[in-house]
């Protein structure tokens, strides 16, 4: 059963994540570290989860990586990451990934196919102009189907049409519907992958991982004992704890922070 954490109080899980030997603080990027923003590429992590996870990134044995359905080009943007950031990246629900001292490492699997996607971006683009607010997002493997601006019953409108489209001619590719967003990509990962990846990558011994959205839920579904899942505002969760908002991350990550640096002392 997930539990609220209140700034300022004590948990038995955060506290022993905080002492796992090598520790991951994976954070989903939109709802998780930055507040939901309308136009998607204006997204950035708030000053105080950036100053957090600069910290925690410090420690020993302590790493730290965005997990986002991003493309990865559109993540380092948001993310205002360059060659020399501590953080790791998993992009495109990890298909896609970016490691402090060695940078890209896509996961296997197929490249891009430019001209089936080019035709999905061609063939959406009618759809999504008919309707006022809603936006196309080009991704590496597919599209995202943007609707933050736009009134719930163009939304549903929207997202109907698109989602005929697809199954008419791309019935194959993996679906996802997460915030105001419908996600179609020709990869099959999810962020369930991106724990794997992480965790091998960095040999943790645990992870916690924080996330607002339904696609989120991939990657707590597979966390274990020794791991902590933290759902970020309202719905549905396998997590065991929750967050209200992106601010209050911000404060469990000071927590995480203060505790994984007093164990160190």
Not at 45 to 57: G, T
Not at 148 to 165: I, K, M, S, Y
Not at 171 to 179: A, D, K, N, T
């Given at each position: 059963?997930?539990?609220?954490?209140?700034?300022?109080?004590?948990?038995?899980?955060?506290?022993?994540?905080?002492?796992?030997?090598?520790?991951?603080?994976?954070?989903?990027?939109?709802?998780?570290?930055?507040?939901?923003?309308?136009?998607?590429?204006?997204?950035?992590?708030?000053?105080?989860?950036?100053?957090?996870?600069?910290?925690?990134?410090?420690?020993?044995?302590?790493?730290?990586?965005?997990?986002?359905?991003?493309?990865?080009?559109?993540?380092?943007?948001i993310a205002e990451h360059d060659d020399d950031s501590a953080i790791a990246l998993a992009g495109s629900h990890g298909a896609q990934y970016w490691f402090p001292g060695s940078g890209d490492e896509d996961a296997p699997g197929a490249s891009?196919?430019?001209?089936?996607?080019?035709?999905?971006?061609?063939?959406?683009?009618p759809i999504v102009d008919r309707y006022e607010g809603i936006g196309l997002e080009q991704k590496?493997?597919?599209?995202?189907?943007?609707?933050?601006?736009?009134?719930?019953?163009?939304?549903?409108?929207?997202?109907?049409?698109?989602?005929?489209?697809?199954a008419a001619r791309f019935?194959?590719?993996?679906?996802?519907?997460?915030?105001r967003i419908l996600e179609f990509s020709s990869r099959t990962e999810g962020k369930d992958a991106a724990m794997r990846v992480l965790r091998e990558h960095f040999d943790a011994t645990g992870i916690l991982f924080a996330g607002d959205d339904v696609t989120d839920e991939d990657a707590i579904a597979v966390l274990g004992a020794d791991d902590l899942g933290v759902r970020v505002g309202p719905g549905e969760s396998a997590a065991a704890l929750r967050v209200d908002t992106p601010q209050d991350m911000a404060a469990l990550l000071e927590a995480l922070a203060a505790e994984r640096s007093s164990g160190r002392e």
């Open positions: 059963m997930t539990r609220t954490w209140t700034p300022g109080t004590t948990d038995e899980a955060l506290a022993a994540i905080a002492t796992t030997p090598r520790l991951v603080i994976a954070l989903d990027f939109d709802g998780t570290a930055s507040p939901l923003v309308p136009d998607p590429m204006s997204a950035r992590a708030l000053p105080e989860v950036k100053a957090q996870l600069e910290r925690l990134a410090a420690l020993p044995n302590t790493h730290v990586a965005y997990v986002s359905g991003r493309s990865m080009d559109d993540l380092r943007v891009p196919d430019d001209g089936v996607r080019e035709e999905l971006w061609a063939a959406a683009q590496t493997f597919g599209m995202g189907i943007h609707a933050r601006r736009a009134t719930p019953e163009a939304e549903a409108a929207a997202f109907a049409e698109v989602d005929a489209l697809v019935p194959h590719w993996r679906r996802r519907q997460g915030h």
